[in-house]
């Protein structure tokens, strides 16, 4: 008899952002007529950049001839696309060499699949409120023992909570985590580290021989200097840190699917390097991002991309702000939207995430994301995006105004 991954029967209830769906189909269905505004999944709206444009164009034309045809792409990806991003490393002054990059058709599916280099009795520690991929993956995986449906946590997972009270930055867990992801600027907090506190991340990773996934899909977002772009500008993160970079929210991709993980030759643990062992993986599950869209890619790393991905991401946190500085006008506590395309409020007369949720869906018609469905200590918040038009992100706020 065919036996069943049963992990997967784990899982609570669907992906958050499926649910999310289906709360507003259901709606929708009972009333064709509301104009619902979506801040909630954080797909881009603006068009793709011209640079990125013109270069689709042009690999277009080179598949249709014979001479400039492309099949099937190297297991790393491209070498034209792997140089750029390395030489944008070397700019900020991380050492990053082309080899150790690893071209993908985005973060989400490496931040997913990174975990099957680790044996199953690794400890991980998460973030919390955290992007919920981190979890279940490691929960089909079978690394996170048993779920608590009355505090939402698994056994086996050390939660480092991110509260008001500690500036929604995590301390260092208190007990040994072999596996610890982090994302800044964060998903769903919109807030990020110094340098200094991200060296303590990664002295505490060195010292306890654990390591660090830093998911860095919104680093094009950060404001402010003192705030680092990549781990790999910390001392001593090579060997312990591997990054997940995407093109999905900076240069507009979510339609197209790339982006990139960088696993440093130095990092080795068990006796065994992770580079290699990555690569085998790439090789064996994975045939590459369409030539197509890597050339696209590296369009994002001239003069002319990255001038229009400045302009890209001025146009989202121009967002962030209408929203920030709206809801602090009408009384809410808000977080984030200075360093990243997420507001984090604090949902009012403490109501519960999702009924927040409801309240907006069905008397504004506006959609955001329960901080619940990032996790426990999510719970009393709610997140919106600033990926929506202009227009519409206006509009929002003319319909929070209302409540």
Known sequence: MTKINANYQKLPGSYLFSMIAKKIAAYSAAHPDAQIIRLGIGDVTQPLGAPVIKALHEGVDEMANAATFHGYAPDLGYSFLREAIAGEYKERGSKIEADEIFVSDGAKSDSANIQELFDLDNRIAVSDPVYPVYVDSNVMAGRTGTYDAATGMWSDVTYMPCTEENGFIADLPKERADIIYLCFPNNPTGMTVTKEQLQRWVDYANEHDSVIIYDAAYEAYITEADKPHSIYECEGARTCAIEIRSFSKNAGFTGLRLGFTVIPKELK?????????????????????????????????????????????????????????????????????????????????????????????????????????????????????AFGTRENTKKAMERFRKL
């Not at 890619?297 to 989202?316: D, Q």
């Open 269 to 385: 643990r068990g006796g065994c390097s992770l580079h290699d062992m990555w690569a085998r993986r790439h090789g064996t599950k994975y045939n590459g991002a369409p030539y197509i869209v890597q050339k696209a890619g590296a369009a994002c790393y001239t003069p002319e991309g990255k001038a229009s991905i400045r302009s890209e991401v001025g146009y989202y946190m121009e967002n962030a702000r209408i929203i920030y500085t709206s809801l602090k006008d009408m009384g809410y506590t808000v977080y984030g939207g200075v360093n990243a395309p997420y507001i984090w409020l604090k949902t009012p007369d403490q109501m519960t995430s999702w009924d927040f949720f409801d309240r907006l869906l069905e008397t504004i018609h506006v959609v955001g994301t329960p901080g619940a469905g990032f996790g426990p200590h999510g719970e009393g918040f709610f997140r919106l995006t």
